[in-house]
């Protein structure tokens, strides 16, 4: 970059095939970012550099990378290396989907899968699963699209970036969930709620959701609910700190009980609370409610 140019706000967007990357990146065009899609990773400095011109000056801009990239995996790396050593911080966002929902998704379709060749369907899925393995591991923000339709995700992108500025504050995505669903795979964080006693076993509370204060009220008058809270919040601070010094823009936290109905709600809810309180900017979502 010369000192003549502005430095663009990058945003990378990768991920697993069919897990709704076109979906993100036009949810981003919307919102008013320049998005270039399948962009070979070795010409991000370039683009970076063109984005960045004083004339006609491009602040923000999302690219799709994905697998049809040669060498994608090591490119990536140095790419992004490359900028970071410009004074460009890109953000990467990667998209995932469980193996059901990607094959779902391309039989409706009736397209093969990248790197399916003579093979299966499954086949071409876990070959790029392994590929990106290391891409999704360094991720800033792993989204999660399984059994999300293209309206819903489209909410999660204008969540994350509806008001995006660019600055490195550090937001944050509070899931409850139930242990018998299985556990999130966008997760940075996971707590346990399961130590607490279940209003599941209260007749009274039973049909009721840990939305409800008769619930709330239950799991907080528990012997260890506020100390929990009170030093997992310290915990949380420790944490927010850290991430904001190494970069790191976006963090999920999973709270979990058995079903994702009572105890995960209502701890989710509080340390959503503890959170904004520490002015941190949270969404929350409760994957599991209703599903009994």
Known sequence: MTNESKIPDIVIVTGMSGAGRSTAAKSLEDLDWYVVDNLPPGLLATMADLGGRVKDAVPRIAVVVDVRSRAFTDDLHSSIAELEARGVHPRVVFLEAGDADLVRRFESVRRP??????????????????????????????????????????????????????????????????????????????????????????????????????????????????????????????????????????????????????????????????LRDEGIEVQVAHRDLGRE
Request: net charge negative.
């Open 113 to 274: 899968h990248p790197l399916q060749g003579d093979g299966r369907l499954v086949d071409g899925i876990a070959r790029e699963r392994e590929l990106v393995r290391e891409v999704r591991a360094e991720a800033d923000l792993v989204i999660d699209t399984s059994g999300l339709n293209v309206h819903e995700l489209r909410n999660k992108i204008i969540g994350f970036f509806g008001n995006d500025t660019g600055e490195s504050s550090l937001r944050a995505t509070v899931v409850s969930f139930g242990y018998k669903y299985g556990l999130p795979v966008d997760a940075d964080l996971v707590v346990d709620c399961r130590f607490l006693p279940n209003p599941h076993w209260v007749p009274e509370l039973r049909p009721k959701t840990g939305r409800d204060a008769a619930v709330r009220d239950y799991v907080l008058g528990q012997r260890g609910a506020k100390e929990f809270l009170d030093a997992y919040a310290e915990v949380l601070r420790l944490l927010a700190d850290g991430y904001e010094r190494e970069g790191k823009h976006y963090v999920t936290l999973a709270v979990g009980c058995t079903g994702g109905k009572h105890r995960s709600v209502a701890m989710a809810e509080q340390i959503a609370a503890r």
